[in-house]
């Protein structure tokens, strides 16, 4: 019994001594102080600079002391992602590793440098255009295949991976990982749902140092989301227009909770198949005719409506899957048809963390005179010169919404 | 050692010049220095642009000895002819040293954003390589260059007023 007691209080001593500590903290109390820091400044000037022989930290620790005492005020990090875990952090992230591909561009919004990031998931090499930036980091494959050599290989700090997307597989890599190297910090986060999306934006800018950017990005999305709902939210939801919105596949709808249920809603819409359970139901098309929308939404940009985005300058395959949808057997019933207000949107600007500009576009759509001053695409262009720093001009290039 | 009976007015005109000249630009990441001629000596004003939280290294020139500083005593150091400023947030940093004002083109300096990890010479407006601060001589750099043309017209136009 002793002797399992004492096996006992030595593990804990071992995981004691695992917990680490905030760098150049000289008296170890777990608050690096402005002299604490100011010394090993000092010692490390000293000793690289003026031929001091002091004890000095090295220049990594003393880096990451003044990360910490500049975002962290001189404590550990303790934050809690979107799937609810809390994580303590000690050191800034400097080794990214991004399953998650939407994450990358709510990362790029609040200006993290790209040499902190170590690998990204392929969509994200598949497109040069768009992240011109991350061509050369390591490929990790993705959420449903990951390259676990590669991503072991570049040695993260840290792994982002989907809150609630794929559970099952982000939970795989975490594991797989984590026995791999159990130093590596795991955070899920989604970066597309507008329910937790300004949170994820403010965690994001503490996690990563980018404080200041985070608010700035967040004062631009609040614009945008809020110019919409002050109007939207003035309307009653029985007066709500009611739309039907179908993703990249034919009759594949959205249901209750889906993110593109809660998109309609935030644009001020009524979605007809909300109250499915399932969250992207296939539906009958006579189901929509009964339902009679007066808006229909396709969203093109993947599955079998590959095309559009910014590598694509083409409306013509818009306009083919306009005209399908038009000529549905049966569907010139519909109002939506019948009035010219069949919309096609690329997954781009509405499906990931771009989601506020799809939302903008959608309003417009749905009330042309209650937005007659809102201009989407002014929005997509701010977007990309200001946050997502592109050199990239939409009078120019890119198809992402037809009609406009 | 010079005293203030040495500063005549063309030497005034030239520290002035070298004042204004010597104070390059704000840009991010980047430190400034500002000389002053006093009775017997030097203030120099270091101005910090955009660098919460780094470190400076100044090389004294020969013939100066240091006097002090207004940046507190935790975040100084001085060894020799090197001085080390820790800066967690200040905005200038002054020190004064005893010495000849016309060692005012002689200091070298090196910083680092212990952010960002860009390093850069005191008195250039972008990062650079820092190693150029050990230099004795000042460093090469358009403000030196230009400081040190200017002050050789103003000598030139100060001694044909003269005639």
């Given at each position: 019994m002793t002797r399992r007691l004492l096996l006992l209080a030595c593990s804990l001593c071992l995981l004691a001594g695992m917990v680490a500590a905030v760098p150049c903290d000289g008296d170890g109390d777990g608050t690096l102080t402005a002299p604490e820091l100011a010394t090993a400044i000092?010692?490390?000037l000293d000793a690289r600079y003026m031929g001091g022989t002091v004890a000095a930290p090295s220049l990594t620790d003393l880096q990451d002391a003044?990360?910490?005492?500049?975002?962290?005020?001189?404590?550990?990090?303790?934050?809690?992602?979107?799937?609810?875990?809390?994580?303590?952090?000690?050191?800034?992230?400097?080794?990214?590793?991004?399953?998650?591909?939407?994450?990358?561009?709510?990362?790029?919004?609040?200006?993290?440098?790209?040499?902190?990031?170590?690998?990204?998931?392929?969509?994200?090499?598949?497109?040069?255009?768009?992240?011109?930036?991350?061509?050369?980091?390591?490929?990790?494959?993705?959420?449903?295949?990951?390259?676990?050599?590669?991503?072991?290989?570049?040695?993260?700090?840290?792994?982002?991976?989907?809150?609630?997307?794929?559970?099952?597989?982000?939970?795989d890599i975490e594991k797989t990982l984590r026995a791999i190297d159990p130093a590596i910090h795991f955070f899920r986060i989604d970066s597309f749902r507008p329910a937790v999306y300004a949170d994820e934006v403010r965690t994001l800018g503490l996690l990563l140092g980018k404080?200041?950017?985070?608010?700035?990005?967040?004062?631009?999305?609040?614009?945008?989301?809020?110019?919409?709902?002050?109007?939207?939210?003035?309307?009653?939801?029985?007066?709500?227009?009611?739309?039907?919105?179908?993703?990249?596949?034919?009759?594949?709808?959205?249901?209750?909770?889906?993110?593109?249920?809660?998109?309609?809603?935030?644009?001020?819409?009524?979605?007809?198949f909300g109250e499915n359970p399932v969250e992207y139901p296939v539906v009958d098309p006579e189901a929509v005719i009964s339902r009679n929308p007066a808006v229909i939404i396709k969203i093109v940009g993947a599955g079998e409506t590959t095309f559009g985005g910014y590598d694509d300058d083409d409306l013509a395959s818009f306009e083919?899957?306009?005209?399908?949808?038009?000529?549905?057997?049966?569907?010139?019933?519909?109002?939506?048809?019948?009035?010219?207000?069949?919309?096609?949107?690329?997954?781009?600007?509405?499906g990931g963390p771009d989601y506020f500009i799809g939302t903008a576009y959608l309003a417009?759509?749905?009330?042309?005179?209650?937005?007659a001053d809102l201009d989407p695409r002014a929005i997509h262009q701010r977007y990309l010169d200001e946050f997502q720093r592109l050199d990239y001009d939409l009078d120019d290039h890119g198809t992402f919404v037809y009609p406009a | 050692?010079?005293?203030?009976?040495?500063?005549?007015?063309?030497?005034?005109?030239?520290?002035?010049?070298?004042?204004?000249?010597?104070?390059?630009?704000?840009?991010?990441?980047?430190?400034?220095?500002?000389?002053?001629?006093q009775e017997g000596g030097l203030d120099i004003t270091l101005t910090v642009n955009d660098i919460p939280v780094g470190g400076i290294v100044e090389t004294l020139p020969e013939g100066c000895t240091w006097m002090g500083t207004d940046h507190p005593e935790d975040r100084t150091r001085v060894s020799g002819e090197k001085v080390a400023f820790a800066i967690i947030g200040e905005e200038t940093i002054t020190y004064q040293v005893q010495g000849p004002q016309d060692a005012a083109e002689a200091f070298?300096?090196?910083?680092?954003?212990?952010?960002?990890g860009d390093s850069g010479v005191v008195g250039l407006d972008e990062p650079g390589n820092p190693e150029q601060?050990?230099?004795?001589?000042?460093p090469s750099t358009p403000g030196f260059g230009c400081a040190a043309a200017l002050a050789a017209l103003a000598v030139l136009c100060s001694r044909r007023c003269g005639r």
């Open positions: 000092l010692d490390s003044a990360f910490v005492y500049e975002h962290w005020d001189g404590r550990a990090l303790t934050i809690t992602d979107t799937s609810g875990r809390t994580t303590t952090l000690t050191r800034p992230l400097n080794r990214i590793a991004l399953f998650n591909s939407d994450a990358i561009r709510m990362m790029r919004s609040i200006g993290l440098e790209p040499d902190r990031v170590v690998g990204v998931a392929k969509y994200v090499l598949e497109d040069p255009v768009f992240y011109p930036e991350y061509q050369e980091k390591a490929n990790l494959g993705s959420v449903w295949s990951p390259d676990y050599e590669q991503t072991a290989s570049v040695r993260p700090d840290a792994v982002f991976l989907y809150a609630s997307v794929s559970e099952t597989s982000c939970a404080e200041e950017e985070a608010r700035e990005f967040l004062a631009f999305h609040e614009d945008v989301t809020g110019t919409v709902a002050d109007v939207v939210d003035t309307i009653p939801d029985e007066d709500r227009v009611p739309v039907y919105l179908e993703t990249w596949n034919a009759y594949k709808s959205a249901g209750m909770g889906s993110g593109y249920d809660e998109k309609v809603w935030l644009a001020g819409g009524r979605n007809i083919s899957v306009l005209r399908s949808i038009e000529n549905r057997p049966v569907w010139d019933r519909i109002k939506a048809v019948r009035d010219g207000r069949v919309h096609l949107i690329h997954s781009k600007i509405i417009k759509w749905f009330y042309p005179d209650l937005f | 050692m010079l005293n203030s009976s040495i500063v005549t007015p063309k030497r005034a005109l030239l520290l002035c010049i070298l004042v204004v000249v010597l104070a390059a630009p704000a840009a991010a990441g980047s430190i400034e220095r500002t000389i002053t001629p070298a300096g090196t910083w680092e954003d212990l952010l960002t601060a050990d230099a004795t001589t000042p």
